[in-house]
């Protein structure tokens, strides 16, 4: 059998605009027999791997292509376009070094006779600037396993977005908008911890001065206060001035329960008022400033006991 040898020419590196094209690395090698003779206009076999680490290290890339070579026996590529289970944008160029193995059959086969590896000794700059030693690509999803901070230097938390604005513009520092007219569009914000099968029971979310919403007793969310804070402000600025409970239904179909506007009237929409325990009624404050709550008695007559006005 015949022993084939290549002569690396030139080993280039591009990388195309962000979401236009796929990333890609130009490579072109001159493919010589063993009698030093050109192997030109033939159809050959080549393997490309990226190894990691050192000359033997794990393959972090790899395809296989079959191009033509050249009338000067040349044959080029680009790394990234070929047949591959891999992803060449996977790559992590800030965790090199990196080597580059070539294995060729020069008949168009599988059946590499001609193997090679060099060191990349210029990691490809336009890629590792583009994951920013960092950042990482896996189609169209971006990752990084660092901290995230917008508006400020430190963060110690996963994902910190930090403002300096005052006035009432600027207080809105986080705008998520759905722009979609379609019936049914939302805009959600999802907060979870934990799996379906073992939903968390601590603290969701976390706002300032220890107020945080959680997964309560019984699976129900639970607006918190942290101790020694005053209580939770509700305030209903809408047209009509009212707070609307809604329980039940979904995004398409809203169940109103009980109203309260602006004058302080509840409004029992749907259903009843029920109090529960016998010593508990319903409080009122006479003209002359006294308070009297009325409950029934077993006959269902209303009795009134004077009490003192609640704060």
Partial sequence: M???LTTLLVLLFYLSAYSQSPEKMSYQAIVRDADNNLVTNQIVGISISILQGSATGNTV???????????NGLLTIEIGNGTSSDLFSA?????GPFYIKTEIDPTGGTNYTITGTNQLLSVPYALYSKNSGHWHFNGNTIYTYKNVSLGTEESTSLFTLSAN???????????????SNDYGSASRFDISAG???????ANLI???????????????????TGYNLPGIVIRAQGYDGKLRFLIGGNEFEQY???????DGLIKATTGDVYIENINKGVIMRSPSGQCWRMTVNNSGEPEFTAISCPE
């Fill in 2 to 4: 015949k022993k084939f």
């Fill in 61 to 71: 890339y790899s395809e296989t292509q079959t191009p033509t070579t050249n009338s």
């Fill in 91 to 95: 790559i992590d160029w800030a965790n």
């Fill in 165 to 179: 604005s005052s006035g009432t513009i600027g207080r809105e520092i986080l705008g998520i908008q759905n722009l």
């Fill in 195 to 201: 799996t379906d099968a073992n939903k968390a029971t």
């Fill in 206 to 224: 976390t706002f300032s001065k220890g107020y945080s919403l959680s997964a309560g007793y019984s699976g129900y969310t639970v607006l918190n």
């Fill in 256 to 262: 109103e329960k009980m109203q309260i506007n602006k």
